[in-house]
């Protein structure tokens, strides 16, 4: 079985400032990597994917996440946020082979809150 | 370049009546698939579509839920006898060829259902 945990729901920062949000990992089997946001009223967009390759994935909006497999990590950071990233965040798996492909494990989603 | 859209964006319902949830997938998506979003939770898969067939139903939660795709595109989720408990956001989301956990998912902006 999958499962992914956004270790905060909530993560408030001022702009400008960094900000990583994190997300682990736990699967028997080897798993794709994903981030999406939520905009308010709007369907979730991806924001970037670990495939395979290089472990630093560079996505949208400035955004980028590090795989990490021995620590079963997919870490999202932004040296410097914008008021227009508050949001809500989903880390999400997917398997490499087996019968469910193409289905996604969501976590529980952090919101992004950025004040002025 | 019209992306996902679903219909209605909001349905509120009484306990126990039937409810047809409708999702227009990007044109030429083979793949789609059906999420559900409960509230403080990451979208749970619910079904997937190749085509006209349901490659995986192993998502939905009993019998009262069905999903159909008769002509490959369009697709209607259906929930029979509608309690309570299913009061979520229905998301659904389409990718060009499905089968694969590379193929990126496009979400549309969901449906969210309120069972009194």
């Known amino acids: 079985a999958q499962s992914v945990t956004q270790l905060d729901s909530q993560v408030p920062v001022f702009e400008e400032a960094p900000v990583e949000l994190r997300c682990n990992y736990s699967?028997?089997?080897?798993?794709?990597l994903f981030w999406y946001v939520q905009y308010p009223n709007q369907g979730l967009q991806l924001l970037l994917k670990?495939?395979?390759?290089?472990?630093l994935v560079k996505g949208i909006n400035g955004f980028e996440a590090e795989f990490n497999k021995s620590q079963t990590s997919f870490h999202l950071r932004k040296p410097s946020v914008h008021i227009s990233d508050t949001a809500e965040y989903f880390c999400a798996v997917s398997r490499y082979r087996g019968s469910t492909l193409g289905r996604l494990y969501f976590g529980r989603g952090t919101q992004l809150t950025v004040w002025p | 370049g019209a992306g996902v859209s679903q219909t209605p964006s909001n349905k509120v319902t009484e306990k126990g009546k039937y409810v047809e949830l409708r999702c227009d997938p990007i044109?030429?998506?083979?793949?789609l698939y059906w999420y559900r979003q409960s509230l403080g939770q990451g979208p749970e898969f619910l079904i997937y579509?190749?085509?006209?067939?349901?490659?995986?139903d192993s998502g939905l939660p009993n019998d009262r839920f069905f999903a159909v795709r008769p002509e490959g595109s369009v697709s209607t989720l259906k929930i029979q006898r509608t309690e309570r408990g299913d009061s979520a956001v229905y998301l659904c989301?389409?990718?060009?060829?499905?089968?694969?956990?590379?193929?990126?998912?496009?979400f549309g902006p969901g449906t969210r259902l309120t069972v009194l």
């Open positions: 579509f190749q085509g006209t067939g349901a490659a995986d």
């Open positions: 044109s030429g998506h083979t793949a």
């Open positions: 989301a389409s990718s060009l060829i499905g089968g694969t956990s590379t193929d990126t998912q496009y």
């Open positions: 670990y495939l395979s390759g290089s472990t």
């Open positions: 699967s028997s089997v080897s798993v794709y």
